[in-house]
């Protein structure tokens, strides 16, 4: 039903307005897009407000975002939206200078945010665990809920190894165009970092991976944290 929009033969969103296309009144859909959390376009126009504040009025002018409105989808306990508005946002940060920072404390708020929705008895017993297994418990919660982080194409491939994983997602939100591109590795950067610092209680670092030629549609990291 979706197609990533760099596909050479990509399915071209549709308006609303569109014949054929089922009305929802009070739901943003958007069709050949992949879609995402409502907090994923919140976080990052959060950010825009605070650092960018010319980009943020650009965007409720040009997209029709404000934080009032975002913040109401996200009071309204909406899961996915579409993700269109959160990547046109996203290529107009990438034209500014600080671009990775607004990516990166996005990325941040949002995984923070979406920790608390962890039941919190269980939380509270992996502190009890051993290290790797607190690790492989965060993870398999990481894969759950990227769907609304990362969107609904995304995929997240790990190698572990000791206390060392190699991680490598593909096909997230953000990623499909080398403008945005290293904004993405900072979103998903600090992402991954909350996760690992609140959720499987480790102090690790986590590092881009470079490689020779760059690659559209992933990003990928090594996470390093003490035994």
């Known amino acids: 039903m979706w197609a990533p929009i760099n596909y050479p033969n990509q399915i071209r969103p549709l308006p609303l307005s569109a ?5 929802s009144e009070g739901r943003e859909i958007l069709y050949g897009v992949p879609s995402c959390a409502p907090l994923v376009q919140h976080e990052l126009l959060k950010a825009v407000r605070e650092q960018m504040p010319s980009v943020y009025s650009r965007a409720a002018r040009e997209i029709g975002l404000t934080v009032s409105h975002t913040e109401e989808l996200v009071a309204r306990r909406i899961e996915i939206i579409s993700s269109a508005r959160a990547i046109r946002l996203a290529r107009i940060i990438a034209l500014e200078p600080n671009s990775h920072a607004v990516f990166g404390e996005a990325g941040h708020n949002l995984f923070g945010e979406m920790n608390r929705d962890f039941p919190g008895l269980i939380k ?5 665990l051993p290290p790797p ?3 492989r418990l965060a993870m398999a919660w990481t894969r759950k ?3 609304g982080f990362a969107g609904s194409l995304n995929q997240i491939v790990t190698d572990h190894n000791r206390h ?3 991680l490598s997602l ?4 953000f990623s499909d165009r080398l403008d945005t591109l290293g904004g993405a590795h900072e979103y998903y950067r600090n992402a991954f970092k909350v996760m690992f610092r609140e959720l499987a209680r480790v102090d690790c670092e986590v590092k881009e991976i470079r490689r020779p030629r760059v690659h ?3 990003v ?3 996470i390093v944290w003490e035994a």
């Open 216 to 218: 559209l549609n992933q």
């Open 19 to 23: 014949p054929g296309i089922p009305q």
């Open 145 to 147: 809920v990227a769907h």
């Open 164 to 166: 060392q994983i190699a």
């Open 133 to 135: 297994l607190r690790v």
């Open 170 to 173: 593909r096909n997230g939100v």
């Open 220 to 222: 990928n990291f090594e």
């Open 124 to 128: 509270g017993a992996i502190r009890t």
